[in-house]
């Protein structure tokens, strides 16, 4: 969800330039700061004794806000200074909400996981704007349809860990169809596949496949999901299936933007 949907963006630019780097490296820096801000803040909030981890989380965070600084500082120096703030002011409330859930213990909370899948593929916006200088009507467009494939990711994968939980407690598969994360799968999976058709019908044949393969495979998933032997899947084979799948649909939006 990170750096996906900054390299689609890059690519669909068609351009080259030392910004794209800066912005790259500051946007992974970024993502990887949250941590090391999850330990100290907990370190002042939650914890009543030092910890050892809180020395290391300091240094850490020291020497990644050092980099995120010279990188944002680059890129505002050469840069259109309205729209980099925005997105700097938007990355550091994400990441201000980001440590705040994690200390709370909330990080599982299906709606802040759709909330975080919306602010990773904002990356496209860093990258389009770092290459061309701007965010072109077609980087709208690329964050939105990458931003709703992932949503329906994740609500796909809570009914599953939903639905493995209900297994364990009754011994078979047929709960799954009671879990609260179930519907909103089974709507994303219907909406994707419903605009797949809707694009397509309409000429927009690349999008609209993306939609409709998408689609199929949650809507596949989550029929998947009733039978007990699949449930006992490994959650990493999932993961990488759902990796593969979301490779090949922005690969798909990105032709079709092309």
Known sequence: M?????????????????????????????????????????????????????????????????????????????????????????????LTLAVWVNVRNRQRAAMFQVVSAMALTSTSLAAALAAMGTVPGWCWWLWLLLAVQAAAGIFTVHARLDARVAMRKSGRAGSAGMNPSRRPALLFAALLALGGISLAVAGYYWIGSALLVAGAAYGWDLRRQLDLESLRTPLTKVGLRNLSLSLIYAALVVRGLW
């Not at 390299?7 to 068609?14: D, E, F, H, M, T």
């Not at 912005?23 to 939650?46: E, G, H, I, T």
């Not at 020395?55 to 990188?71: D, K, S």
């Open 2 to 94: 990170l750096l996906t949907p900054f390299v689609a963006a890059a690519v669909l630019a068609r351009t080259i330039r030392w910004q794209e780097a800066v912005a790259f490296v500051a946007v992974a820096v970024a993502f990887v700061m949250k941590d090391p801000l999850v330990v100290v803040a907990r370190q002042r909030w939650v914890w009543k004794e030092a910890h050892p981890e809180t020395q290391a989380a300091m240094h850490w965070l020291a020497a990644e806000t050092a980099i995120v600084a010279v990188g944002g500082l680059a890129l505002l120096a050469t840069g259109p200074l309205i729209a980099y703030s925005v997105l700097f002011f938007g990355a550091a409330a994400f």
